[in-house]
């Protein structure tokens, strides 16, 4: 919503610095977004918290001037020479104005010209420049006169877009005067949040602003129009009072269809909407003024529709399928929720959104129907998204008028035109106004203040500040009943109300008044969130692996997630929960992988880095039982290894690439980290890896997750470059398994204090004999006091005969309370020489 | 062998002993020396060895000397190698410079997502401030994200959050939807403490973080995808000046002891009172820069909660009353450490990554 302040200013003085009154606005809740000044001067940077544009106008040099005579120039017949007086002394300036040829050559001037002067070295936007460029006026010779000043259009001066010629100023002004006192003014903008639609008009803003500031609010009077009479020259029969609760018509007659009053045009332009004529311009600086969105009807053309029938506007919701062409020329079908305005021939125009093209007023029109309604704000929102339209008076009835303005927005309406446009306004006022509105009474006690703001107001101050909007207020000991006034929508009954009050009071106390305190009520029931925790702990256990978390974003495409998966293998065909309306493809699916997220990220990666090691944790969605319903958010945890064991440096180090065994130890340590007993790694089969290279991670009889070497097809599903080579490794998991499964506690062992024994042992065994249970053999057989068994080197060769292999083995022999005998050591070794020889034929290497 | 000779011999042995090692300068010189007077084949070994040939009277008097001279060799041995380990040990040190300047050896340490990060500097603050984590859900009803929250079907307050949905078939008022705010949490959270004793709730205090989703193209500034982080605190007593501590505290614990705040008056239908929360520049102390254009920050949205939302909660908003806020642990990381696109977020690239 744009406001000039010139305009603001006629329902409340301000006089207080610009800066200060944006801020004000701002602070109370409509967020200033840009002032634009128009002449006024600007302030220093930084001080005004808001967008500033605009341009100042300087005092000495863009002044009021008068023009009492028009010469023909000498050379050029499209140009012509003032005699302009500025207030000092008189010029000739040269000027190319069209609007000024109807007085070239026609001598002195009955009654002087008023104009906007700019002198030499004046800092004016260049009128005939693409867009707002700033120029300095310097003296030039155009076709052989001298040039140094100028006088001035709207666009030069930054007021308007117009530059079609130059802008008149009122009779009554006198040369000389610095124009930013005669025309100065600023516009500001502000964001109207949807609880503030009462402010979408210059009254609202004003009202507000006399409220915060506790100036007295200055009414327009909106009881002129029209004279007392019976209002014989329409019906009106409203079908849904939901839709319509509200709809008044009035009637000019006799009007003169022509441009409006110049500082109308001029205030219409700085609020960004373009002067047409005096009876749309009428409509329109009413509903600026006031908020309430109206709209004028040729009433001839009305009577013709009628065919000699009285004139009946009928309020109707439109039937399936029903067309009307709107104002813009465009031919909409209608849907059944749009309400319309119609006669008994048909419809006139889409209610609160747009008019109809058949009965706008034009410059023949010389009656004029007006119509001053609300409609139900919900409708109008809907139908304005349904045809996108989102015109003025949309943007007001979707936000909800109050009907009481229906009826002011009229009466200022008819005056505006009976003014402008001349005519005279039929008596009476045609009014249906089956759902009258009722205005909440709220009882709000100092108790209520105390309670949600933590603060004591007297009763008095709360009415007093409450009166300051309008509300009608009564006292009676610590409590105030507050009425609602009739020109908001947003104040409830009950509790909800007094809510709205409490918020309306503190508002107008200002926030900034209201001190800090701690909170001092009791502490919650401390829960924690032991899921958080345990998720948490697999984040630090693998960035202390060495991985990067990456975050994707949720969204996916079938296509782009079966890159996971092998061709050949059994693809993913759960459905997936889509976006009904995705910004683009890309983004139209839920995804079902974490995986595939974490593919993509290493895909993105591998042209930058050499090493590749990322994880992420987080929801995966899938389609629940009930298709119509909620999907299934399940946790997933995705690693992807690849590339450099180690990054490279200047010094010699492990970068070969990384392979299964390095992702198992990540595995592993995290599984280790989360105190998870009883892991199994069993060689399994998945569509996304490699069939001789996968594992099945489980957690006693729990499978866990998957692991393994990508399959390479799905390798090669994926952009790798060329000098990528190394394979890439990857893992999912079920989180919320995971960490069901992880213990809340686990038990430490002592500091041994007797010395081990370490002896080595290798075992030539057949190849099929997993090195899993070669080594559970050993430890079991070594009973407690093998402390623990390390695989330190695996060998194969045609030393130890094909299809073999020698696992060695660094055995360490601890007892908790004596220092080891080495015949005990030798009799647990010959022990573990024969069992593995018995149970696996694994004979000793020696 | 004459007697005299043996001492003379010994104390040739000694004068020379000493006179050569005076010029030894390593380790291997120094090893022959000491055989050659220390040794086995040495004359002071030697008269030991043979002193039982000597005369009764001398063999006291070779004894002694012969026991002197190596005493005297063997000390000065001591010495010399004492200080030829020293001029080694110097030499080496002289010879072994580095150059510092060289790159370390890189490691390849793990990094947790910056994202996460805030997240856990926000938990740590809430967390010592008693605010409890509760997370919910990421798609949600219709109902959970709007209407609970004050936000009635067809209410243009909705056009303040632009939605994604999702097909469901035919759900009428009650549509699927890509949760807009984590603000859903807060009735989910109400209802669950209220269910444990509905006839009087426990208190709340939580902060609920998590994924967020709106229809609107994508820029530097806006992302589709972003995550909030909400707390709420009911109770009897809970107050609009308790929300404005509860922030100034967080916003001193965040940007500092100094920082100022303020509390512009707003509108979300799901809190009443309403506010926007600012933070005084901390880029440029509140001078206004290119950051902050005049002097505050927008850090998020705050107010009392809506007396509908604790009633849809199970807390009768007669007793109780509550705040809640939201703020965006993206923007915050972004302000801190001037992240230029809030789209590095998620792209994942490691250039991005690392840094943190």
């Known amino acids: 919503m744009k406001a000039p302040l010139s305009w603001i200013k006629e329902f409340v003085d301000i006089d207080l610095p610009l800066a200060e009154l944006a801020h004000l606005i701002t602070m109370a809740g409509m967020e200033v977004e840009e002032v634009k000044f128009i002449g006024l001067p600007m302030p220093a940077p930084g001080t005004l918290d808001a967008k500033v544009t605009g341009l100042e106008w300087d005092r000495e040099k863009i002044v009021a001037a008068s023009i009492s005579e028009v010469l023909p120039h000498p050379n050029a017949d499209r140009l012509t020479l003032c ?128 409220a915060i500031t506790g100036k007295p609010l200055k009414l327009p009077k909106w009881d002129e129009q029209p004279p007392a009479g019976k209002a014989d020259f329409c019906t009106i029969e409203i079908t849904e009072p939901k839709n319509n609760p509200r709809f008044t018509a009035g009637l000019v007659r006799n009007v003169k269809v022509g441009p409006s009053p110049e500082w109308v045009q001029r205030r219409l332009k700085m609020y960004g909407m373009r002067a047409i004529n005096n009876i749309v311009d009428a409509t329109n600086y009413a509903m600026i003024e006031l908020g309430e969105p109206l709209h004028a009807f040729d009433y001839d053309k009305l009577l013709k529709r009628a065919a000699g029938k009285p004139v009946k506007i009928i309020t109707r ?222 984040r630090d256990l693998l960035v202390a692996l060495g991985l990067q978390e990456a975050i994707s974003y949720r969204w996916s495409t079938p296509e782009r997630e079966a890159k996971r998966l092998s061709p050949d293998a059994e693809q993913d065909n759960k459905p997936y929960v889509k976006i009904a309306n995705p910004l683009a493809y890309e983004k139209g699916f839920l995804r079902h992988s974490v995986l595939a997220s974490v593919l993509d990220v290493a895909e993105r990666n591998a042209r930058i880095r050499e090493r590749l090691a990322f994880f992420e944790i987080g929801p995966i969605f899938l389609a629940g039982e009930d298709p119509g319903g909620l999907p299934d958010e399940l946790k997933r945890l995705a690693v992807v290894l690849g590339g450099a064991r180690s990054a490279v440096g200047w010094q ?195 | 062998m004459a007697e005299e000779n043996v001492l003379q011999e010994l104390e040739d042995a000694l004068v020379n002993g000493l006179e050569e090692l005076k010029s030894i300068a390593n380790e291997e010189t120094l090893l022959a020396w000491r055989y050659k007077y220390l040794g086995k084949n040495a004359v002071s070994k030697h008269a030991f060895q043979n002193i039982n040939k000597l005369p009764t009277d001398l063999r006291q008097l070779v004894g002694q000397t012969a026991n002197r001279v190596r005493v005297e060799l063997e000390s000065a041995l001591a010495e010399r190698s004492e200080s030829i380990k020293e001029s080694a040990l110097a030499a080496s040190i002289a010879s072994e410079k580095l150059d510092v300047t060289l790159p370390g050896r890189p490691l390849t340490p793990g990094r947790l997502h910056p994202d996460t990060q805030m997240l856990r500097e926000l938990y740590r603050v809430f967390g010592e401030m008693g605010f409890q984590v509760y997370r919910s859900r990421e798609v949600e009803t219709d109902e959970y994200n709007f209407q609970l929250l004050n936000f009635p079907v067809g209410h243009p307050a909705r056009d303040m959050q632009d939605t994604y949905f999702v097909e ?43 994924m967020c989703y709106r229809y609107e193209q994508t820029d530097a500034r806006h992302e589709t995808q972003f995550d909030q982080i909400e707390g709420i605190a009911v109770g009897e007593g809970i107050t609009f000046s308790n929300l404005k501590a509860t922030l100034s505290d967080l916003a001193r614990r965040l940007f500092g002891q100094n920082v100022r705040t303020r509390f512009r008056a707003s509108y979300f239908p799901f809190t009443e009172p309403s506010a926007e929360f600012d933070v005084e520049c901390f880029l440029c102390g509140g001078k206004g820069c290119a950051v902050c254009g005049g002097g505050w920050l927008e850090i998020g949205g705050c107010g009392m909660v809506n007396p509908n939302v604790l009633r849809n909660g199970g807390y009768d908003p007669e007793r109780y009353s509550g705040f809640a806020f939201g703020l965006g642990p993206q923007r915050i990381a972004m302000l801190r450490y001037g992240i230029n696109d809030i789209r590095y977020f998620w792209e994942n690239d490691l250039r991005f990554l690392e840094q943190f």
């Not at chain 1, 600023?186 to 609880?195: D, G, H, T, W, Y």
């Not at chain 1, 029903?322 to 008994?344: A, M, N, Q, S, Y």
């Not at chain 1, 001349?422 to 709220?442: K, N, Q, R, T």
């Open chain 1, 652 to 846: 010699a180090a492990d970068t070969g690439a990384m392979d299964f065994y390095d992702l198992k130890g990540v595995v592993n340590g995290l599984l280790q980290g989360l105190r998870l007993n009883d892991v199994k790694y069993e060689s399994g089969e998945h569509p996304s890896y490699h069939p001789g290279k996968c594992a099945h991670v489980l957690v006693g009889d729990k499978q866990i997750g998957v692991m393994g070497e990508l399959h390479p097809k799905v390798k090669g599903n994926y952009d790798f470059p060329t000098t990528f080579k190394a394979p890439v490794l990857a893992a999912e998991f079920d989180l919320d398994l995971l960490i069901e499964l992880v213990p809340p506690l686990y038990q430490t062992v002592d500091v041994p204090v007797f010395p081990p024994v370490i002896e080595d042992l290798a075992f030539i065994m057949d190849e099929e004999l997993t090195a899993e249970k070669a080594e559970a053999l050993i430890r079991q057989t070594g009973g407690k006091l093998l402390a623990d068994v390390k695989l330190f080197d695996i060998f194969r060769g045609e030393q130890i005969g094909a299809g073999k292999k020698s696992l060695a083995y660094k055995l360490t022999y601890i007892a908790p309370d004596r220092t080891l005998e080495a015949a005990e050591v030798s009799t647990m070794r010959n022990k573990i020489i024969k069992r593995m020889e018995h149970e696996f034929k694994a004979k000793l290497r020696g």
């Open chain 1, 83 to 210: 005699k302009l007086f500025d207030g000092e002394r008189e010029h000739l300036v040269l000027t190319g104005a069209p609007n000024l040829f109807e007085f070239k050559g026609i001598g002195p001037l009955a009654k002087p010209l008023m104009v906007a002067y700019a002198k030499e070295g004046a800092q004016i936007y260049d009128g005939h420049a693409e867009g707002l460029v700033l120029t300095t006026l310097k003296p030039a010779k155009i076709r052989g006169v001298d040039s140094y000043s100028m006088v001035c259009s709207e666009k030069e001066l930054g007021i308007s877009e117009e530059h079609e010629g130059i802008m008149f100023l009122a009779d009554d002004v006198k040369a000389g005067t610095p124009l930013a006192d005669v025309l100065g003014d600023a516009v500001i903008e502000v964001n109207l949040l949807p609880s503030f639609a009462r402010c979408a008009s210059i009254l609202g803003l004003a009202r507000e602003i006399a």
């Open chain 2, 168 to 210: 469901a078939g035919e759900r009428g008022d009650n549509p699927i939807v890509m949760r807009t705010h984590t603000s859903p949490g807060q009735v989910r959270s109400m209802r669950e403490y209220a269910a444990t004793n509905p006839e009087n709730p426990p208190a709340i205090r939580l902060v609920l973080p998590g």
């Open chain 1, 317 to 538: 919701a439109a039937k399936a399928g029903e067309k009307i062409t709107t104002l813009d020329g465009i031919e909409r079908k209608l849907d059944p929720f749009t309400t319309l305005v119609c006669d008994e021939a048909g419809s006139l125009s889409m209610a609160g959104i747009m008019g109809g093209l058949e009965t706008e007023v034009t410059e023949d029109t010389t009656n004029v129907l007006l119509e001053g309604a609300v409609w139900n704000m919900i409708n109008i929102r809907k139908t304005a998204k349904a045809h996108n339209l989102n015109s003025e008076a949309s943007y007001r009835m979707s936000r909800g008028v109050h009907p009481a303005m229906a009826e002011r927005g009229q009466r200022r309406c008819l005056e505006f035109m009976r003014a402008w446009a001349g005519g005279e306004v039929a008596p009476g006022l045609a009014d249906a106004y089956p759902l009258p509105a009722i205005d909440p009474a709220v009882e709000v006690t100092e108790k209520d203040v105390k309670r949600w703001l933590g603060i004591e107001i007297p009763a008095l101050q709360m009415a007093e500040l409450l009166a300051r909007l309008e509300f009608k207020v009564e006292v009676s000991g610590t409590s105030v009943k507050a009425t609602c006034p009739d020109h908001r929508l947003d104040i409830n009954e009950g509790v909800v109300g007094k809510a709205d009050l409490v918020e309306e009071i503190a508002r107008v106390y200002g926030y900034d008044n209201i001190p800090e305190m701690r909170m001092a009520d009791t502490l919650p029931p401390q829960i924690g969130n032991p899921v958080l925790v345990k998720e948490e702990r697999v």
